[in-house]
Each structure stands twice: as structure tokens, then as C-alpha cells.
């Protein structure tokens, strides 16, 4: 995999975390090809960037890109990829997968199962995955969505397993057990990806609340590397890492100048 490391800031809204992924995005494309992801549904990159962004990929430098990911049109992506798959294996039941596909579209965590797909094959196209992610409660249903998925695919597994017995003792050839196989160790590959090579940044600034919420995805978040950052420090003591604030920093030029060389450390290690 081509992957050094996967990084994600979040935290409370409007604490500065899209303007910090945008500068540490901007840093490690210095070193290597950066891709700088949003999967915030209110997207702030092109406005810190000060160009357009959208949703496919767009170089910005030499070596950096940026996407603003359309969560919507990926969950019907995604819901396509793979229903269509069953569909075809399955055709006798192939009008009841087409009903399931309209609760898997519209189910809870559709967004984060499908972004989490995506993101694994970004992790495997850049060295380096900056992700700027929504506020502090969609971003832990993030994570907490690929292990409750982890374990769906386990009981899947040996589903298929099972059938495929059956399959194979009536001389009929089954390629269920394939599928959910191959989804199932996607899933598991980008589960090494984020204990291994994922570094979370929680941001906060000097206002009590948004330092309770990083503190909280610090907690929640225990099986992971998990940093606070205080964005826009002035004067309060923390053991976090410290931003001075910095005005106005949008646009390439600006961005360059924000204090971000011990969040890049951290990065690098």
C-alpha cells in the first residue's frame, strides 16, 4: 500500500480544524503527494484554499489534490457497487434486493460505510490522506461504524461459508462466499490502515466547550493515536499543541505561514 499515514483533524464546530487539514495538507505535500479529503457535510475547503474545489479530485499544487466529498451520491454509489453484485449472483431474489437497497440508503450509518470504503482507495492511490472531518459526533460514528461493519461482515462470512457447502454438494457453483469475501477483507484492510497508520488531531480553541468535546474524542476514541490541538492559542496553559492564532490565513500564501510544523511533526514520525 502506498500509504504513509492518514490523518484526521476534527472536533466542534468553527475551532479551525478544515484551516489546519488545509496547512498540514499543504506541509506534507512538500514531501509527498498529498491528497486533503472533506467529508464535512458543510464544506469550508474552497473557501480556505481560495479556489473551487468540488467533488472529484483537484490538483491544487505540484503535489497536493483536494476533494469535497458528495456523501449522498456515495451511498448510492456504493448501494449500486454492491447490490448490483448480490443481484447478479442472486437473481431469484433480485426484486427484495432492490427494496433493501432503498433502507440501505436511507439507514444511519450509510454515509460513514460508504465514505469508509472510498477512503480505502485513496489510502492505496497517496502517500498521504489529510481528512478533514465533520464535527465532533458524526466523526465518532465514523469510527465506530467500520468495527459495528467489521463484525456484519464476520457474520456474513460465515453465512456464505455455509451456503457455499450446500452449493458445492448440489454441484452449483456459488460465488456469494467470493463476494463477501473480498468486502470483508476491504474492511479489514482499511481497519490495519487505521490503527497503524491514522493519527487523529482533536481541535479545540480556548472556549471550554469545544476543549471538552476534543477531550471527548480522546476518550472515545482510546484504541487510537489521538491528539489535542489548541487552534488560535493566546494565553491558556494545556497539554495539547499549540497553534498561534494567525489572521485571515486563506489562501495558499497565508496558509503557509500558519505554526503547523509540530501538528507535521507528529505526521512524519
Known amino acids: 500500500m502506498l500509504l504513509k499515514r492518514l490523518v484526521f483533524f476534527g472536533g466542534k464546530g468553527g475551532v479551525g480544524k478544515s484551516t489546519l487539514s488545509c496547512a498540514v495538507a499543504l506541509r506534507l505535500s512538500q514531501i509527498d503527494k498529498t491528497l486533503l479529503l472533506s467529508v464535512d457535510p458543510a464544506h469550508s475547503l474552497s473557501g480556505i484554499l481560495g479556489m473551487p474545489v ?10 497536493l489534490f ?5 456523501a449522498q451520491a456515495l451511498v448510492e454509489q456504493y448501494a449500486q ?7 447478479e449472483l442472486l437473481p431469484s431474489v433480485s426484486s427484495g434486493i432492490r427494496e433493501y437497497a432503498k433502507y440501505l440508503k436511507s439507514s444511519p450509518t450509510a454515509q460513514e460505510t460508504a465514505v469508509l470504503d472510498r477512503l480505502l482507495d485513496y489510502c492505496q492511490e497517496f502517500p498521504y490522506v ?6 465532533t459526533g458524526q466523526m465518532l460514528r465514523f469510527f465506530e461504524t467500520a468495527h459495528m461493519v467489521e463484525g456484519w461482515y464476520v457474520f456474513l462470512h460465515k453465512v456464505a461459508k455455509e451456503r457455499h457447502k450446500v ?10 462466499l467470493e463476494l463477501i469475501q473480498n468486502r470483508k477483507e476491504r474492511l479489514e484492510t482499511l481497519l490495519h490502515v487505521l490503527r497503524e497508520k491514522a493519527l487523529v488531531f482533536a481541535v479545540a480553541n480556548e472556549e471550554p466547550l469545544s476543549l471538552q468535546e476534543a477531550k471527548e474524542i480522546r476518550e472515545r476514541l ?3 493515536r489521538v491528539y489535542m490541538v489548541l487552534n488560535r492559542w493566546q494565553s491558556i496553559e494545556c497539554d495539547c499543541i499549540k497553534v498561534p492564532e494567525t489572521e485571515r490565513p ?15 511533526e507528529f505526521a512524519l514520525r
Open 66 to 70: 483536494a476533494i469535497e466529498l458528495d
Open 167 to 176: 452449493e458445492s454438494f448440489m454441484g452449483r457453483e456459488d460465488k456469494l
Open 54 to 63: 468540488g467533488n472529484h479530485i483537484k490538483q491544487v499544487k505540484e503535489s
Open 81 to 87: 457497487k454492491v447490490l448490483s453484485a448480490l443481484g
Open 130 to 135: 489529510v481528512v478533514d472531518s465533520a464535527p
Open 222 to 224: 482510546r484504541d487510537m
Open 250 to 264: 486563506y489562501g495558499l500564501e497565508a496558509l503557509e505561514g500558519l505554526r503547523v510544523e509540530n501538528i507535521v
